[in-house]
């Protein structure tokens, strides 16, 4: 079935550098790949997000970048600051379809 | 503008009993989704409402259920509570349903 690897599960960074998320997805229909960021006590929240027409978004310190021949996203947070400390979230679907979440990473940003 | 809301915050439940979510979407979305949050299963889609259509429907049992009325507000209902339906439970909502979900804050629903 549909299937959404995430990796790592855990990733700790100091302040400032660059942290990298990667995502791998099964079905190759799928053409919309958001990222989300949940917060402890909150739901995930949206933070960036590419369609499967374009291979790279930016914004600001957020970049997502998108190969479908290899079915692999992966979401870049440079100059990471410790209110980014959180658990980030890949997803993928095909239009009006669910989402299909990946397992998550947590994000420890250190001072 | 008011984001997705979701009420309760909280439900503690006994076992054999059953429970109805909330969730209002924001204003001008009329498509709802709803997922349960689980440490050992993370997220997975429950079911997707459109105009009051269910559009979609994920691998839950018949035990899960969910309606969506014509202002675009969603319930959801668990009946026969099982101590394995402790979850989050989240709604997000879109304009069309394709892109661009915004999630509430969820529903913790403990079951003992």
């Known amino acids: 079935g549909e299937n959404v690897e995430q990796h790592p599960s855990t990733l700790s960074v100091q302040e400032g550098d660059s942290a990298v998320i990667k995502c791998t997805y099964s079905?190759?229909?799928?053409?919309?790949f958001p990222w989300y960021k949940q917060e402890l006590g909150k739901g995930p929240q949206l933070i960036i997000d590419i369609r499967s027409n374009v291979g790279e978004k930016k914004d600001q310190r957020i970049a997502v970048t998108l190969n479908k021949t290899a079915k692999h996203f992966s979401l870049h947070i440079t100059e990471t600051q410790p209110e980014d400390s959180a658990v980030y979230f890949c997803a993928a679907s095909y239009d009006t379809d669910k989402l299909i979440f990946g397992t998550g990473t947590r994000l420890q940003v250190f001072p | 503008k008011a984001g997705v809301t979701q009420t309760p915050r909280y439900l503690i439940k006994t076992r054999g009993q059953q429970v109805t979510l909330s969730c209002s979407p924001i204003?001008?979305?009329?498509?709802v989704s709803w997922y349960q949050q689980t440490p050992g299963q993370g997220l997975q889609f429950l079911f997707e409402?459109?105009?009051?259509?269910?559009?979609n429907k994920g691998n839950f049992p018949g035990r899960f259920s969910g309606r969506q009325f014509s202002n675009s507000r969603s319930e959801m209902n668990v009946s026969t509570l099982e101590l394995g339906d402790s979850a989050l439970y989240l709604c997000a909502s879109s304009v069309t349903g394709d892109y661009g979900y915004t999630f509430g804050s969820g529903t913790r629903l403990t079951v003992v």
């Open positions: 079905d190759s229909a799928s053409n919309y």
């Open positions: 409402y459109f105009s009051e259509t269910q559009r």
């Open positions: 204003s001008g979305h009329r498509s």
